[in-house]
């Protein structure tokens, strides 16, 4: 059950940083969006982006580490827009200092494993995204 739990989790939050707008121009202020693109004659049919994802968390070892390393292996077969998903590990005593000092940055990971002592004041200062409308799309979820 733990483990469905976990790969249903991740899968969402793949899916969501996966559709997420690439990020603004180099040098634009934040919240500022690039210029739209000049139209093609042919639009594209689907999406070609490739993005790498970061997944920070405190624990990668032994079975979790195998279970997340199968995970994302599978799914990186199904989802051809994730180039890589990126691993960064913290130990748990500083992790939320260094989660805190990349969402000061502007530099958050895609995914974060997040105590649940402290979803709260993440969900109050609006850094988590709100995943209802994307599960709302998918059928008999």
């Given at each position: 059950?733990?483990?469905?739990?976990?790969?249903?989790?991740l899968?969402?939050?793949?899916l969501?940083?996966?559709?997420?707008?690439?990020?603004?121009?180099p040098?634009?202020?934040?919240?500022?969006?690039?210029?739209?693109?000049?139209?093609?004659?042919a639009?594209?049919?689907?999406?070609?982006?490739?993005v790498?994802?970061?997944?920070?968390?405190?624990?990668?070892?032994?079975d979790?580490?195998?279970?997340?390393?199968?995970?994302?292996?599978?799914?990186?077969?199904?989802?051809?827009r994730?180039?890589?998903?990126?691993?960064?590990?913290?130990?748990f005593?500083?992790?939320?200092?260094v989660?805190?000092?990349?969402?000061a940055?502007?530099n958050?990971?895609d995914i974060?494993w997040?105590?649940a002592?402290?979803?709260?004041?993440y969900?109050?200062?609006?850094?988590?995204v709100d995943?209802?409308?994307?599960?709302?799309?998918?059928?008999?979820f």
């Amino acid at each position: 059950m733990g483990r469905t739990r976990l790969a249903i989790a991740l899968t969402l939050t793949l899916l969501v940083a996966a559709c997420t707008p690439a990020a603004t121009q180099p040098g634009a202020s934040p919240g500022a969006s690039a210029a739209p693109a000049a139209p093609t004659a042919a639009a594209p049919t689907a999406d070609s982006r490739r993005v790498d994802i970061t997944f920070t968390n405190w624990f990668y070892q032994g079975d979790m580490k195998g279970t997340y390393d199968a995970f994302i292996a599978e799914h990186l077969k199904t989802e051809q827009r994730i180039s890589k998903v990126v691993v960064e590990t913290q130990p748990f005593p500083r992790y939320h200092d260094v989660l805190n000092v990349k969402l000061a940055g502007g530099n958050p990971p895609d995914i974060a494993w997040i105590h649940a002592s402290l979803q709260s004041a993440y969900i109050d200062a609006g850094r988590l995204v709100d995943l209802k409308p994307y599960l709302a799309e998918i059928p008999g979820f």
